[in-house]
């Protein structure tokens, strides 16, 4: 808990959520969408005990209730999906703050009060779909931030799921998604890939090389990493590669492959591509893009809450209380 | 236990061993390399009770070392790595029978008798260093069969790690490995993959199709799988694709992605790929390469015996008890 208490601040317009899969984040903005309080817990929806969202919502939030107890809400990411609070239907391409504001899943009767949760995304005709379910919401975030709005722009999104978006005309035009973090994780733990390695105590210059040596050959085997996994091991064994490198090459090899397929696929040759992460994980994309010629952007942090701030107010939400 | 009494059957000449992760094979052979008796056990070398695989060896062979005390024996696989028995060091290409068997690691001390061990391979001047170990010895038995010998022959072990072998000069030249089987097991028991999958009874024109599927795709996106692994979630979510074909369907996109890179690096325009492997495998592989455009053949069975044999018959084994 953190912030003001509530006799010392303005008064809030509305309660703005990130409620994903591991966490869930809650601010209390004001009418221009800047942050009065902030609170963060690990109720993510998996964890939330018998599935009783509502009472993780007003827990967390019971301070602000407690002052102002019609203040309207707005949710994004997996608390719209099947596993979540009620599941909020995809939304097909191309989507701006507009189509996603008037697609909003009604809540109020579940949550006694105003509470809407912003829709994932569907894409893709080509008979190869693909689903968002909260970057929507971080990158129109980024939008409203006057970043990327430019024709054609690539926004990359890395992580478990890491997402590759193209924009146009203000919207989300298309999008498809690497596995890029998941299969690290598996491979790691779950692989003979994991059994050699050690982990290092903190990033230092060799795992630094062995990530650019793992970008450099996933570029030159033109992304085919099925083909370069194994080497994660071989280069163990006859003595190339030390063991606390492993996991570095690892996360080189998979992230070099997913920018080397992707810039085919995105690439028009347009603005440098942007890119939403965590600093230590935009700090590594940023390298890898790097090696492969590539200059990047990143975006500024908090793009969800000015994502749901902009959504909520295009849904003009902050009259509805 | 199977096969004949020892009173009814001829001596036997050599005890052969095809000793790997999870299972052990042993046969008793003639003179001529044919099997005149056959056991197996669950007893792979991470399954043998305090790595005591003296009495492991033992006790399978019970019968026929209380016959004949002095049989020599000779084994290939994870028995000679580094979590085996002793570790055989990795000999380079190219090799053939004959230095397979100058190279036998003598094991004679420590399992009482004559033992040896046949090394694994390592491959890979460029950089790139690759590994296997008990794959060798199918191949040149396969070879030692009269099967691929010709020149620029391609050899395929589909598997847990997929081996794909140049053959020249009946020598294996080079060789490449694509962690295919591993990756479906870990995606399909530890990814959010496996979550909407729904196992299927027996395979049917329903998860062929899927499989099929699996495969086009991957070579419609040039062997990229890892922007298309996602989809055996997303086309589920968007009722493309039914829980029960998921399976089928990711182990068509790995099958097709392997072979689409393998071959860009493999296929000299020669014969057939030779495929070695279970039937049920080998049937899946056929499937893939037709539906890429390409005739394979399929090895007999029981490649393992046939090269311990003939590697044995080179160390002049069958004389050295």
């Not at 810039?263 to 940023?286: K, N, Q, V």
């Amino acid at each position: 808990m953190s912030g003001l208490s509530g006799a010392d601040r303005a008064p809030g317009r509305l309660i703005a959520l990130d409620w994903g899969t591991s966490s869930l984040r809650a601010w209390l903005l004001d009418g221009e969408g800047r942050p009065l309080d902030k609170r963060q817990s690990p109720m993510g929806i998996l964890e939330v005990p018998a599935g009783d969202f509502r009472t993780a919502f007003e827990t967390i939030c019971r301070d602000w209730l407690a002052q102002q107890p019609s203040l309207p809400v707005i949710a994004s990411g997996m608390i719209g999906s099947r596993q979540g609070w009620r599941e909020a239907p995809y939304l097909r391409t191309p989507a701006n703050p507009a189509d996603l504001a008037r697609d909003l899943l009604v809540m109020d009767d579940v949550a006694g009060r105003v509470f809407r949760i912003v829709p994932g995304l569907t894409t893709g005709g080509d008979g190869m779909p693909d689903v968002m379910r909260g970057e929507e919401t971080q990158i129109l975030g980024t939008l409203a931030s006057g970043l990327g709005s430019v024709q054609g722009q690539v926004i990359v999104l890395p992580g478990t799921h890491s997402k590759w978006v193209q924009i146009g005309n203000g919207a989300i035009v298309t999008f498809r998604t690497w596995m890029t973090g998941e299969l690290y994780a598996v491979l790691r733990q779950h692989s003979i890939l994991g059994k050699l390695a050690v982990p290092a105590q903190a990033w230092s210059a060799d795992l630094q090389s062995a990530f650019e040596d793992g970008v450099a050959r996933a570029v030159d085997a033109a992304g085919a990493f099925g083909r370069l996994l194994f080497s994660a091991r071989s280069r163990v064994l006859v003595g190339d590669l030390a063991a606390e490198q492993v996991s570095a090459y690892l996360s080189g090899l998979l992230i070099g492959s997913e920018i080397h397929d992707a810039m085919r696929l995105f690439d028009a040759g347009g603005a440098p591509p942007l890119i939403i992460a965590e600093p230590e994980l935009a700090a590594r994309y940023e390298s890898a893009f790097r090696i492969l010629g590539h200059a990047t952007r990143t975006a500024p942090p908090d793009a969800a809450v000015r994502g749901l701030f902009a959504i909520a107010r295009s849904a003009a939400l902050l009259d509805a209380a």
